[in-house]
């Protein structure tokens, strides 16, 4: 076993002189992708180790994706790339442009040896709990965009605690994890109290809500909002159907929502603002330019994006809310 050295009193523990030791060999050429390593009874026995670690060795070779473990069979040699320091699970519900914007600021907040791979759920319990359970052990961190899936506690919970990240959207299930997300109830409300000045020239609020995609924060937030200033509201799940009226704003969640009502707005020859208004949700550079502007309900990604980098690099176990604004502009 020339490749794998461990001696004693050296100051160094020995897990780590194993790591050492195969990433010494795989820059010299001795191993290449597809070897596969000494067994861990192997290495256990020729050195009087405890298997533990062997094992922790090669975990930590395994979760920053220089190795892969091949059930009955052993270690193989995945990556020659062995200044990988950590590798971070990443799942998101979808991807838009505002999540986009907050997966860069992630990724360029990390440093340089982190490795990211992006998951996406769709929104859909089965692939978000099968991601999760292919995944385990594969990663130094999991964050989670856990969108409003049922039972994600119940999945989490295969994970270690320390190691996972809420992203987005929480709830009182998901207290234990640290998180950096938006309070929707919160946002909203104050977002709309501060634009109430131009929404009393208007008879009609509507939200588009759907159940399965938005928060439940956000309508509680609406309701409240409307409740407390005697806005006369409705809340519908879809465009599709709808016939405008003058007078009425649209609350739009969605990006393909919110194209969907400008068209509606051109074919009936409404005046955007002046009969029909618009507040969107999540921010882009898009809505600073449609329409001479969109007015928008948000948070900042890129700096949830840099905050996330920073919670994971420093193994800061806390829970963040992050700040959102109403950026007023010419739909309202």
Known sequence: ??????????????????ISSIESA??????????????????KLRFSLSRDTVLLAYNDLKVRGIVNSVPGKGYYVKSESIEIAQKIFLLFDELNAFKEDLYNSFLKSLNNNVEVDIYFHHFNYDVFSKLIYDNI????????????????????DILPQD???ILDQ?????????AIHQNFKKDILTGLVKGLHLLKKYQKLVLLFQEQKQPSGMLEGFEMFCNTYHFNSEVIDSL???????????????????????????????????DIGIISYNDTLLKEIVEGGITT????????????????MNKEQIRIENINNLILRNSL
Request: hydrophobic content about 35%; charged content about 30%; cysteine-free.
């Open 163 to 165: 190691k996972v990240y």
């Open 137 to 156: 052990g594969n990663y130094n961190y999991y964050v989670i965009m856990p969108a409003n899936l049922n039972d994600i506690p119940s999945v989490l």
């Open 240 to 274: 599709e159907e709808r016939t405008l009226t003058k007078g009425e704003v649209y609350i739009i969640p969605d990006d393909r929502s919110l194209i969907r009502i400008i068209k509606k707005i051109k074919e009936v020859e409404f005046t955007l603002a002046k």
């Open 297 to 312: 309900i948000s948070t900042d990604f890129n700096k949830m994006g840099e905050r996330l980098a920073e919670m994971i």
């Open 170 to 178: 929480t709830r009182q299930e998901l207290a234990q994890y640290p």
């Open 1 to 18: 076993m020339k490749t794998i050295n461990v001696v004693d009193n050296i100051g160094v523990p020995k897990y780590k002189q194993i």
């Open 26 to 43: 795989i820059l010299s050429g001795e191993y290449k992708r597809g070897d596969k390593l000494p067994s861990i009874n192997s290495v």
